[in-house]
């Protein structure tokens, strides 16, 4: 029922918005929890009014914001949940009249070393609705799909600009109402970009609760296609004649993943042009990114011995010939980019099928292409621990941007890997073992025994300039794992590392112990 005090707040609503009274008295039909008796508009009008109405909202042309944040690591926790967590300060610029912001972050790794410089970094990044670019001394370099993603999230959705681009909507609609934090809220929905957006209005006060969004994201939730997102709003603060949520907690197909706290917000100051600049070439870049669903480039090849093929990249794959067919050694990055290696694996061994494609890691951008292999109705070696993540990853819907597994469904062929598991025989026969460590318990390793050659999943990263390990604990359980199996080794490699010789990395695993 609509009290005569709301009554009041919609009706001074509608005349910030230009709408005539008659409009005010039509019911909009259906029970909409503080927003009965009225239609989409005038209940958007009362969540214009309580956060200080159109014209303050409207008046923010440039913000400043000093933002302490927190990211969980969902995909790649060593350990899956409770996950391991990433920390920045944020000193973000927005020019909302231009379309623009500038980020500087400061940056605390968790996985890195403790007490090294690697555990801190710093970044800037300048971008716009359609580019973005990484700033450093050397010169700008182009900046991630994702990032241009969140630039546009920023300066259209969110909480400044998303009730102004909701009244922009031209199919703003109520949806069915909401509970959230006990409490039910009137649901107002519309399109944005072809994403569709809801905005959770609260019963009491009007203001924007939460906002939610189903999209396809350019970032490591690549794997999981369509993924429901909410943000919520809190912590609410009158700053500069706006009531202003300071705290923002993001949840991703119902997993908290971030929450950001503003420390500091001040608006409509001037901003300094040459903060905003980007390389124009850099800029360009960054427009023809492809982001996860590029395809498999097989440039950079190197022949590990006769029949064993690695393809090195941001993400390597082998290609293991054996007698009786083609044995795929990873499935990285996306289901476009796991076609390519398929296509590849038969085109390179004409009359043998691909008989088997092994996925190492649960990291989600280590295992995305999965779904291209099952919809190929490919066996699929996995981990035992990692059966329930990728069940739900190859489950998961990608309307959106369908791919093979969307519109031609498949059972997966799962091989479960819980302890020695051999595949094929002869010279190229491969014997996996899972890990186990604490660092790895959701990894396998590869051994070609005639060929004293080690595949260790996502765990030897080697640093150029100082011949040092990047995690050395990962390699350091590597080393107890072969030794528990009895392994002669001569050569290591990994997802992110060519070949290396066994015993140099073994020195840098003592070398490390030695720093301890």
Not at 66 to 76: G, S
Not at 155 to 163: A, D, F, N
Not at 281 to 302: C, I, M, V, Y
Request: hydrophobic share 40%; aromatic share 8%.
């Amino acid at each position: 029922m609509m009290t005569w005090r709301n009554f009041g707040r919609v009706f001074a609503g509608a005349l910030s918005l230009g709408l005539p009274w008659s409009a005010l008295a039509a019911p909009a039909g259906g029970a909409q929890p503080g927003c009965d008796g009225i239609d989409a508009k005038h209940c958007l009008a009362l969540a214009i009014e309580a956060m200080g109405g159109r014209a303050a909202l409207a008046g923010i042309a440039t913000e400043k914001l000093d933002i302490a944040d927190h990211t969980l690591l969902t995909e790649q926790s060593y350990r899956q949940a409770p996950f391991i967590t990433a920390y920045d300060r944020v000193r973000q610029s927005v020019d909302f009249a231009k379309s623009r912001l500038s980020t500087e972050s400061d940056s605390l790794w968790p996985e890195a070393d403790p007490d090294t410089a690697s555990a801190t970094s710093s970044s800037t990044i300048v971008a716009t609705p359609t580019a973005a670019v990484m700033r450093a001394e050397s010169g700008d370099t182009r900046a991630s799909r994702a990032t241009i993603d969140e630039a546009r999230a920023t300066l259209e959705l969110g909480p400044e600009r998303l009730l102004l681009t909701a009244e922009a909507a031209a199919d703003l609609h109520f949806e069915a109402p909401e509970m959230l934090r006990s409490t039910s809220h009137t649901v107002l929905a519309f399109g944005w970009n072809g994403t569709p957006v809801k905005i959770l209005i609260n019963r009491f006060n009007h203001l924007p609760d939460a906002v939610e969004t189903t999209q396809s994201f350019n970032d490591f939730w690549f794997a999981w296609g369509d993924v429901a997102q909410r943000i919520y709003y809190d912590n609410w603060k009158l700053i500069g004649g706006v009531v202003y949520p300071t705290n923002r907690i993001e949840e991703r197909n119902g997993i908290v993943w971030s929450s950001a706290q503003v420390l500091g917000a001040t608006f409509n100051e001037a901003l300094d042009d040459k903060a905003f600049a980007m390389d124009p070439a850099a800029a360009a870049a960054s427009t023809q990114s492809l982001g996860w669903n590029r395809p498999f480039d097989d440039k950079k090849h190197t022949q590990l011995a006769p029949g064993i093929d690695l393809y090195q990249g941001s993400w390597n794959v082998t290609l293991i010939k054996q007698d009786d067919g083609v044995v795929v050694l990873e499935a990285p990055i996306s289901p476009k980019f796991t076609e390519g290696v398929l296509a590849k694996a038969r085109a390179d061994n004409p009359g043998k099928p691909v008989k088997a494609v092994l996925t190492t890691s649960d990291s989600w951008p280590h295992a995305a292409g999965v779904r291209q292999a099952v919809a190929e109705k490919l066996p699929v070696y996995v981990l035992d621990l990692n059966q329930p993540l990728l069940e739900r990853m190859i489950a998961a819907p990608h309307r959106l941007q369908p791919d093979l597994l969307q519109t031609a469904p498949q059972r997966a062929d799962w091989h479960m890997v819980a302890g020695k598991t051999e595949i094929g025989t002869g010279a190229n026969r491969i014997v996996l073992y899972p890990l186990r460590g604490a660092a790895t318990e959701r990894q396998y390793m590869a051994y070609f025994p005639e060929h004293r050659l080690l595949y260790a999943s996502d765990t030897l990263a080697i640093d150029p300039d100082k011949h040092s390990l990047y995690d050395p604990e990962l390699m350091r359980e590597v080393v107890q794992a072969a030794t528990r199996e009895g392994l002669k080794v001569d050569t290591v490699y990994a997802m992110h590392e060519g070949p290396t010789a066994w015993s140099e990395a073994t020195r840098m695993v003592t070398a490390a112990e030695g720093k301890s």
